[in-house]
T-cell receptor
Framework: SQQGEEDPQALSIQEGENATMNCSYK?????LQWYRQNSGRGLVHLIL?????REKHSGRLRVTLDTSKKSSSLLITASRAADTASYFC??????????FGTGTRLKVLA | NAGVTQTPKFQVLKTGQSMTLQCAQD?????MSWYRQDPGMGLRLIHY???????DQGEVPNGYNVSRSTTEDFPLRLLSAAPSQTSVYFC??????????????FGPGTRLTVL
């Protein structure tokens, strides 16, 4: 198991702008998952991208994966105030230990 | 489906007391886990289970016990509460169908304060 490292730690943008956050990991993976947590509440799964995929879309979310660089990015387009949350990436290496990093805290200003 | 449920939502303990945090899921998920989250921090894995009768330690297991007698339930026991265990506790579950590493579903959390 391994932990993803999100970057930046914090991000503030205006409503309507795009938000990009990055994730790096250390060893090969089966898949990588992104989660969102609103203000101390439970986490919600956003998207899962498998190691043989390079890009995946879900609504306003776009995730890319570069296994050669061991990195992923999450793009949120046309951000809304409701997107204000912490975002976590979880690289999965074939075991059942899901290890979370410290996340990226996104603040979308109205 | 109720998903993942946790009880209680809030709890205050005195140092040295013991208690059990309850977690249940109705999705027939084999994998369940417990995390703690301290203010401004990410989640840290306490214990996890890959099926009934099978448990293993996570990153921060000291001071906590778990058991998994059924697929549905995964209680977390604090043996002798300490102020350092003040935190928000989350339970999660997922299914290994399709090879494992699938999305986790989280409960709403239990906010624990130890005085």
């Amino acid at each position: 198991s391994q932990q993803g490292e999100e970057d930046p730690q914090a991000l503030s943008i205006q409503e309507g702008e795009n938000a990009t956050m990055n994730c790096s990991y250390k060893t090969s993976i089966n898949n990588l998952q992104w989660y969102r947590q609103n203000s101390g509440r439970g986490l919600v799964h956003l998207i899962l991208i498998r190691s043989n995929e390079r890009e995946k879309h879900s609504g306003r979310l776009r995730v890319t994966l570069d296994t050669s660089k061991k990195s992923s990015s999450l793009l949120i387009t046309a951000s809304r105030a409701a997107d204000t949350a912490s975002y976590f990436c979880v690289p999965i290496s074939g075991t059942y230990k899901y290890i979370f990093g410290t996340g990226t805290r996104l603040k979308v200003l109205a | 489906n109720a998903g993942v449920t946790q009880t209680p939502k809030f709890q205050v303990l005195k140092t040295g007391q013991s208690m059990t945090l309850q977690c249940a899921q109705d999705m027939n998920h084999e994998y369940m886990s417990w995390y703690r989250q301290d203010p401004g921090m990410g989640l840290r894995l306490i214990h996890y289970s890959v099926g009934a009768g099978i448990t293993d330690q996570g990153e921060v297991p000291n001071g906590y016990n778990v058991s998994r007698s059924t697929t549905e339930d995964f209680p977390l026991r604090l043996l002798s509460a300490a102020p350092s265990q003040t935190s928000v506790y989350f339970c999660a579950s997922s299914s290994p169908r399709g090879g494992g590493g699938n999305e986790q579903f989280f409960g709403p959390g239990t906010r624990l304060t130890v005085l």
